[in-house]
């Protein structure tokens, strides 16, 4: 067990340093021309002039040749230095810290909420007898997957906000203002959790030792909540990883609608700035994310599955 | 006294006053929640020229003197009195006395002039508060309390300039920071409020100055505002500005559009309008950029606009074409609306006659080349987008394709530096005819690259003629022979629309139609 | 699609007296698809949805004779009704026209975005399935690299560097969804190969070239066309998603997502900018999530 993390975490490192790489060559070495970018960017006031863009490009050293700028980056990533944000002049580091708690509470609403909601209509769906209800509801992701959530939000804000003005439009302002975006973001991945559980669901209460408990006399919400919940969240929880990421991607597009302050927001602005450090930035720590949330999934499942620890650890991502 | 003969001439338009002036006993305390569409990305009032941050930063300073909206009368702030030389070149200002900024320091002449002295270096964002001081020779300290300032040549509109935001008056301490660190760490000044947090592209919160004793002779309260804090909130999305105030999330909104004043109206919200002074909206091109340099063109393109139109779809109830290269509210302004009439037929031959043909996508070629230009445009006001589309759609009759670049608010100043543009979207708001000067002359920072012509002479002799029918006679040369070359392309004047929720008071127009929130308060 | 109509026209012809066999096989056929269509009205729906999106993009006038660009500034902010299906917009464009002439746009943008991943991840598959040992271990591990990134992130970065623009943004989609299809072409060709006819074509001698060509590759493809249709869904939201931010078209081309983020600037004065669009584009993404599941299960367990 003890060899099997040493080597999930070498792996995970190495997944962060070619996340790393990609963007690198992604933002550093396609056409789009940084400097001219910062030069024409933020808080760097000074006019756009021949002799400005050179000694910019000196002092980022895109003179050197790509090689050396990669290992000169790379070093200083490896110390958590990804440059200063062009647009306003931060450190990327600290951008994102302050940015990162507002998106947080959102992305543990959202995720809170998908979990309840899927979770619950998976589990509705599988016990109801009644065939048109099951029908109902197992229709109703696949219609959660499809709906832009940009829309979705939109449409919540002109129906709570605007017309009903039960809750507010915009902000950050506290767990009221935190309803309407983890709603919305909660819809999609909500969506996906059911599907993922309900189809296990259905698979463990075909299981044999279902039926057994069956046999023995035990009764039907027993049986559902106690028995094949139980065996059936496990497989859900492989997929934790690809929500957590889906929740951070989405978070980009709710922030924006709702003006929220977060992650998502600094993202979008820092595309739209070619605020290349920072978007850099957030792609690695998109990445870190992912890595570490499967990290923790794949240690503790063995914990809780003793079969697969019993067959010594399995491949790292769930397909 | 020479000013006052000059900013008589401002007749004010729509609006004026403020909102809900008299309406019950003003209540001390409270927060102002008030939703802008953009963020200059700088909060140094001396460096900022978009109205959205105006609306923030211009609390946090006082001014020499102050405008009267109503009448353009230039009267008492920081200055108690002054006067002027017969020639138009010395200014001597006495200060009031116990002035001090919000981190302790007093108000003394020398603190003025580190002011002064620093403008010419401010660098691109400073355009606005450098042409104030052009031909700036020096300050002289008398006392600690009056001074001299010195020019080269005659600088009438001086003394107007000493009442905008641009030359508000910063604390030494600040004056010593470099341009970028003003605008990224704020000033000190000796405002009624001071900035409390800065969050770009967010939220800007400014809180109340304990113990501001020394308003404008404008202001109807003495001492300190009756608000305790100011939240200036970002909101890019009118849709969602027009929401928050109709659901009491915001308290105030900028930039109101015509699409929402029905819904506004309806839900109890004060409209407060007022039209802007200065350079109206329009196109302005880089005219050394091909195929603007071609005269004729620009003509053409200038014919096309129907001004009526976009002023009536897109823009505030009241707002009106532009008549001249001036709104009809600044000094000096004459009427060449003859010129600036919607004719495609005369646009087209124009066209033909200067070699243009028709393309097979109904767009005009010539040598191969394509009739398309790119304006590039900022999301300064909400206006913006759909004004552009429209004009986009009427140019394209005349066979001109209009491309449109969206930039954000923060690069604008820098796209000016560099040229890099066909055509700019935008306006100048200032209720003195010198703003010409220092938006079209070839000598100063001419970000419109202008060619050296006769008009620079015009504009130089406006700024250094003492005699006011004289100066306002060639203020009226100067805006004829601009709009005849269409050196700038005149599209619609500026109305300042503002949605105020119904219990809060006492919101002022300044002469530049930018607000004064010191005696807001809120029932 | 065609298979359908295919039965149909035969269920309309009498059966030749020639050839009472073949008819006989062919109407059984016939009727087990009708039936398969019948039992399921969505996928009917799904199917007419589909086609009139594709009708949209390529002959627009089918469906609407009006200017999207240009509009009656009079007529600005129309409630829908008769006159204006989905309304009218700031300008006094008609909105309906409007999506019509974007589904061309958007759908444009959604075909090079799959088309994109499934070639570059096609072909990655392949090789990585194909040629084995260290280049599949190489491949695969930048395959996990990318599936790190979450794919948003990966396109935004991508927007970053390239710039704005349909075209640019499509591609950013696409790249973004090459490690999915490099992973199920892998995974498939892995199966395939180990095949019994494909040992045979082996031990006969065949060129290698010609054992993919003819033997892994046609038995590989269908998951991963499969993938494709399924990925067309996804692919028109993330598309969406990033002119809905910003970065698509600039105006007045009337992709979806502009439309919607236009529409939100008159939120609380023209809800129908916003809802008609986003319910459009609900709309196809359902459609299409619905045909790849009956090509992906049931179709094959008719």
């Keep these: 067990m003890r060899r099997y993390a040493a080597l999930r975490l070498a792996q995970a490192a190495g997944v962060l340093w070619a996340a790393y790489t990609v963007s690198f060559l992604v933002l550093d070495l396609l056409p789009g021309d940084p400097v001219s970018a910062m030069a024409g960017a933020g808080a760097d006031q000074a006019g756009v002039d021949p002799a400005q863009i050179a000694r910019l490009r000196s002092e980022y050293g895109f003179d050197d040749p790509i090689p050396v700028q990669y290992v000169h980056y790379l070093g200083r990533a490896l110390r958590g230095d990804f440059g200063d944000s062009v647009a306003g002049g931060r450190p990327v580091t600290s951008v994102i810290g302050d940015a990162l708690p507002s998106t947080l509470q959102l992305v543990a609403a959202g995720m809170a909420l998908a979990v309840l909601f899927g979770g619950g209509l998976a589990l509705a769906a599988t016990y109801t007898a009644r065939r048109w209800l099951r029908q109902l509801l197992l229709s109703l992701p696949p219609l959660g997957v499809s709906v832009p959530t940009f829309w979705a939000g939109l449409m919540l804000v002109e129906i709570f906000s605007f017309r009903a003005r039960l809750l507010p439009a915009f902000g950050n302002g506290g767990l009221r203002g935190l309803i309407l975006p983890a709603v919305t973001l909660a819809i999609p991945t909500g969506a996906i959790v059911a599907q993922v559980l309900a189809k296990s669901l259905l698979t463990a209460l075909d299981e044999p030792y279902i039926q057994t408990a069956r046999a023995k006399g035990a009764g039907r919400p027993r049986i559902h909540l106690r028995h094949a919940l139980r065996n059936a969240s496990l497989p859900a929880l492989t997929v934790v990883g690809v929500l957590v990421g889906q929740l951070m991607a989405n978070s980009v597009v709710i922030e924006t609608v709702f003006s929220r302050n977060g992650l998502g927001r600094v993202t979008a602005g820092a595309v739209a700035a070619q605020d290349i450090p920072l978007v850099q930035g957030v792609v690695v720590f998109g990445a870190l994310v992912f890595v570490l949330v499967n990290l923790i999934v794949d240690l503790v499942y063995p914990l809780l599955d003793p079969r697969i620890a019993a067959a010594g650890g399995r491949r790292w991502r769930p397909a | 006294m020479l000013a006052a003969g000059l900013t008589a001439l401002t007749a004010c338009g729509s609006g004026g006053g403020g909102s809900g002036a008299g309406a019950g006993t003003p209540r001390t305390g409270g927060t102002l929640t008030f939703a802008v569409g953009s963020d200059a990305g700088c909060t140094d009032p001396q460096q900022v020229g978009s109205n959205d941050t105006i609306y923030s930063v211009r609390q946090l300073v006082d001014s020499l003197t102050d405008q009267d909206p109503s009448t353009g009368k230039i009267v008492p702030w920081l200055a108690q009195s002054w006067t002027i030389s017969r020639d138009a070149r010395t200014f001597t200002f006495h200060l009031r006395p116990g002035v001090t900024f919000s981190d302790g320091s007093a108000l003394t002449s020398e603190v003025v002039k580190a002011n002064f002295d620093a403008v010419p270096k401010l660098g691109p964002l400073g355009l606005l508060a450098e042409g104030y001081l052009s031909g700036y020779q020096g300050t002289d300290v008398v006392d600690d309390l009056t001074f001299k300032v010195r020019f080269k040549q005659p600088n009438a509109q001086f003394l107007q300039a000493t009442a905008t935001h641009s030359l508000g008056i910063e604390a030494a301490a600040s004056v010593r920071k470099t341009p970028q660190q003003r605008c990224a760490e704020g000033i000190v000044g000796s405002g009624p409020f001071t900035l409390q947090k800065y969050v770009p592209s967010q939220s800007i919160t400014l809180a109340a100055r304990k113990g501001y004793a020394w308003g404008s002779s404008l202001w109807k309260k003495q001492g300190a505002a009756y608000l305790d804090r100011l939240v200036f909130k970002i909101l890019p999305e009118s849709g969602v500005r027009t929401g928050g105030l109709q659901s009491g999330q915001v308290d105030a909104i900028g930039s109101v559009g015509r699409a929402d004043e029905s819904a506004l109206k309806s839900s109890g919200v004060q409209l407060l309008a007022r039209a802007n002074p200065g350079v109206v909206f329009g196109l302005s091109p880089n005219n050394t950029r091909s195929p603007l340099t071609d005269e004729k063109v620009r003509q053409a393109i200038a014919l096309g606009i129907d001004r009526q139109q976009i002023a009536q779809t897109v823009f505030p109830t009241g707002t009106q074409p532009a008549t001249s290269v001036l709104a009809h509210t600044t000094p000096g302004y004459v009427n060449v609306g003859a010129a600036l009439s919607h004719d495609p037929a005369r646009a087209k031959s124009l066209l033909q006659s200067d070699g243009w043909t028709p393309g097979g996508d109904g767009v005009l070629q010539k040598g191969g080349k394509k009739l398309s230009i790119t304006a590039t445009w900022a999301p300064v006001a909400a206006t913006n987008k759909p004004a552009l589309e429209l004009l986009q759609q009427q140019l394209k009759t005349i066979g001109v394709q209009l491309a449109l670049k969206e930039q954000p608010v923060a690069q604008l100043a820098q796209l000016q530096t560099s040229g890099n543009f066909d055509l700019l979207f935008g306006n100048v708001t200032r209720a003195d005819p010198d703003i010409l000067r220092s938006s079209f002359s070839s000598k100063l920072a001419n970000p419109y690259r202008l060619p050296a012509t006769g008009l620079d002479g015009l504009l130089d002799g406006q700024a250094a003629e003492p005699d006011q029918a004289k100066r306002l006679d060639l203020v009226a040369q100067a805006q004829r022979q601009i709009v005849q070359h269409a050196y700038t392309i005149p599209v619609v004047e500026l109305q300042t629309e503002l949605g105020v929720a119904k219990k809060v008071h006492g919101v002022l127009f300044d002469a530049s139609s930018r607000i004064q929130l010191h005696d807001a308060w809120i029932g | ?302």
Excluded at chain 3, 100 to 109: E, I, M, Q, T
Excluded at chain 3, 116 to 127: D, Q, R, W, Y
Excluded at chain 3, 148 to 165: E, H, M, N
Aim: charged content about 15%; proline content about 5%.
């Design chain 3, 1 to 302: 699609m065609s298979s359908t109509l295919d039965a149909l026209g035969v269920l309309d012809a009498a059966p030749e007296p020639g050839a009472p066999e073949r008819a006989v096989r062919r109407r059984a056929g016939a009727g087990r698809t009708v039936r398969f269509f019948l039992r399921r009205p969505g996928l009917v729906l799904s199917v007419l949805v589909i086609a009139a999106v594709v009708l949209a993009s390529f002959w627009p006038g089918l469906f609407t004779s009006r200017d999207p660009l240009t509009g009656v500034p009079a007529q600005a902010f129309r409630a829908p009704g008769a006159a204006h299906w989905f309304g009218t917009d700031e300008l006094g464009r008609d909105v309906y026209a409007r999506v019509v002439h974007g589904a061309a746009l958007s759908l444009k943008a959604t075909l090079i975005a799959v088309a994109v991943s499934f070639a570059a991840g096609g072909l990655l598959g392949l090789l990585a399935g194909f040629a084995g040992r260290w280049i599949d271990d190489v491949l695969m591990r930048f395959v996990d690299v990318l599936l790190s990134i979450p794919a948003l992130f990966l396109s935004l970065a991508l927007v970053t560097a390239l710039g704005y623009g349909t075209v640019k943004v499509a591609v950013a989609v696409g790249v973004a969804s090459v490690a999915t299809f490099a992973r199920v072409m892998r995974s498939e060709v892995l199966r395939v190969r180990q095949a019994v006819f494909v040992e045979a074509a082996r031990s006969c001698g065949t060129r290698w070239y010609a054992v993919l060509g003819r033997h892994v590759l046609p038995n590989a493809i269908g998951p991963v066309l499969v993938l494709a249709t399924l990925d067309f869904g996804t692919a028109v939201l993330a598309v969406s998603s990033l002119s809905f931010l910003g970065y698509g078209a600039a105006p007045p081309a009337p992709e979806w997502g502009t439309l919607i983020s236009d529409g939100r600037n008159y939120l609380a004065n023209a809800w129908w900018m916003t809802a008609l669009p986003g319910l459009t584009i609900a709309a196809t993404v359902l459609a299409t999530n619905r045909i790849a599941r009956a090509l992906d299960g049931e179709w094959g367990r008719r």
